[in-house]
C-alpha cells in the first residue's frame, strides 16, 4: 500500500494492492458487500495518507487488484461501497458532535446555577463573616470553586468541539473522493 503526492489531474492519490477485494472490508460484516465496513486496517491507512496528502486536494483512491476472477465490472460497486462507508462516518462525527453540544448546554446550565449559587453564598458568608479576617478567604474560596463549575462546559465549547469537527470534514472528503480499480493486465 501507497501513496502519492498530487498526479492525477490534481487529486492526491492513495494507492492500495490487494489480492482481491473483498481484502478491503470487514469479513465479519453480514451486510451485503455495498453496505459493509470496511476493514479496520484499511480505514486507518486510507485516512492516514489523506490526512498526509493535505486539505485542500482532493483525494482518489486507486485499489490495484491482483487476482482478477470475479472482479472484472468492480469500478461502480467498489466506489458505491467506499462512499456509504464513508457516508455513514459523517453521521457517526455529526451524532457525536451533536451529543457533545447537548452536553455542553446541560453543563453550562448547571454550571451557571453553581455559578450563581456561589456568588450568592460567597456574598452571605463575607457579609456573616465581615468581622473576622478569614471571611473574605472563605468568600473567595466558594467564589472559586464556582469558577471550577464553570470548567467543563468552557472546556467543551472553547476546544473539544474542534477535533470533532475536523474530524467529519476528513470523512466528508473521503466519501467524495474518486474511486478507480485497476485489474492486472492479461
Same mark, same amino acid.
Given at each position: ?36 465496513? !470496511?476493514?479496520?486496517? /484499511?480505514? $486507518? ?6 490526512? &498526509?496528502?493535505? =486539505?485542500?486536494?482532493?483525494?482518489? @483512491? ?14 461502480? !460497486?467498489?466506489?458505491? /461501497?467506499? $462512499? ?6 459523517? &453521521?457517526?462525527? =455529526?451524532?457525536?458532535?451533536?451529543? @457533545? ?86
Amino acid at each position: 500500500m501507497s501513496a502519492e503526492a498530487p498526479t492525477d489531474a490534481g487529486h492526491g492519490v492513495i494507492r492500495v494492492r490487494v489480492r482481491e477485494i473483498g481484502q478491503l472490508f470487514n469479513s465479519l460484516d453480514p451486510d451485503p458487500f455495498i453496505e459493509r465496513d !470496511l476493514d479496520d486496517d /484499511a480505514a $486507518r491507512y486510507i485516512e492516514s495518507w489523506a490526512r &498526509e496528502i493535505g =486539505r485542500h486536494v482532493p483525494l482518489k @483512491l486507486v485499489v490495484h487488484i491482483a487476482d482478477a476472477k470475479g472482479h472484472t465490472d468492480q469500478q461502480a !460497486l467498489l466506489e458505491a /461501497a467506499v $462512499r456509504n462507508y464513508y457516508g455513514q462516518m459523517v &453521521e457517526l462525527a =455529526r451524532n457525536e458532535f451533536r451529543d @457533545l453540544m447537548r452536553r455542553g448546554r446541560g453543563s453550562l446550565l448547571i454550571g451557571l446555577m453553581v455559578l450563581a449559587g456561589a456568588m450568592y453564598a460567597a456574598h452571605q458568608v463575607a457579609a456573616l463573616l465581615a468581622g473576622f479576617d478569614w471571611g473574605a478567604l472563605a468568600g473567595e474560596g466558594i467564589m472559586i470553586g464556582g469558577w471550577v463549575a464553570m470548567w467543563k462546559p468552557l472546556e467543551i465549547f472553547l476546544y473539544d468541539w474542534w477535533p470533532l469537527r475536523r474530524k467529519r470534514v476528513d470523512f466528508e472528503r473521503l466519501r467524495d473522493m474518486k474511486v478507480e480499480v485497476v485489474l492486472p493486465t492479461p
